[in-house]
């Protein structure tokens, strides 16, 4: 299956920080997944995206596609408690199921 | 929309003991994925359905899991026997193609001891 690593694996913030997380691939991927995982529960899709060197925002979250199509990140701006959770970016190569990454576990310091 | 619906929630058994997962996808939603998350190891697909046809088996431990979908609305994960190393939270999740997100279930916490 796809490869795609992920980092970092923990990031500890003050509240009103700014957090990233990246995933990167060895290889051409035809579209990258996040997904957001709080303490306890399931994971919940966030985004997809396709095309090369996209940008999509919701909110204070900002989605990037590489434009070479093998890496993404996800930017938080200004961090909030209710951020906290993991996040993880999931990867379709040729195949059609998702590989996900490690995820990033994020930590929001009131 | 109930949303992907397993049972049980959680699961306590002995080594050795028989364990069946289940599953129940969004309607209309054609794949189904089985995935197994702990804490060395993170999200691993273990097998998936299209049309409850198992497409991709391999991520399937041994030969002590097995999976079925003997319909559209339902869908079992069998671990025989049971083993302390399969302790994890078990997922389901189904979506509508391939490649279109997935809906996540709120998985079975799994403990063998």
């Known amino acids: 299956g796809q490869q795609v690593m992920q980092i970092p694996q923990y990031q500890h913030v003050q509240e009103g920080e700014d957090f990233t997380t990246y995933c990167n691939s060895s290889t051409t991927l035809s579209n990258i997944q996040w997904y957001k995982q709080r303490p306890g529960g399931h994971p919940v899709f966030l985004i997809q995206l396709v095309k090369s060197g996209e940008v999509k925002k919701q909110k204070r979250l900002t989605f990037q596609f590489g434009e070479a199509k093998k890496n993404s990140s996800l930017h938080i701006t200004a961090t909030q408690t209710t951020d906290v959770g993991t996040y993880f970016c999931a990867a379709s190569g040729s195949a059609r199921q998702l590989t996900f990454g490690s995820g990033t576990q994020l930590t929001v310091l009131p | 929309d109930a949303g992907v619906i397993q049972s049980p929630r959680h699961e306590v058994t002995e080594m050795g003991q028989e364990v069946t997962l289940r599953c129940k996808p969004i309607?209309?939603?054609?794949?189904l994925f089985w995935y197994r998350q702990t804490m060395m190891r993170g999200l691993e697909l273990l097998i998936y359905f299209n049309n409850n046809v198992p497409i991709d088996d391999s991520g399937m431990p041994e030969d002590r899991f097995s999976a079925k979908m003997p319909n559209a609305s339902f869908s079992t994960l069998k671990i025989q026997p049971s083993e302390p190393r399969d302790s994890a939270v078990y997922f389901c999740?189904?979506?509508?193609?391939?490649?279109?997100?997935?809906?996540f279930g709120n998985g079975t916490r799994l403990t063998v001891t």
């Open positions: 309607s209309g939603h054609d794949y």
């Open positions: 999740a189904s979506s509508r193609q391939g490649n279109s997100p997935l809906h």
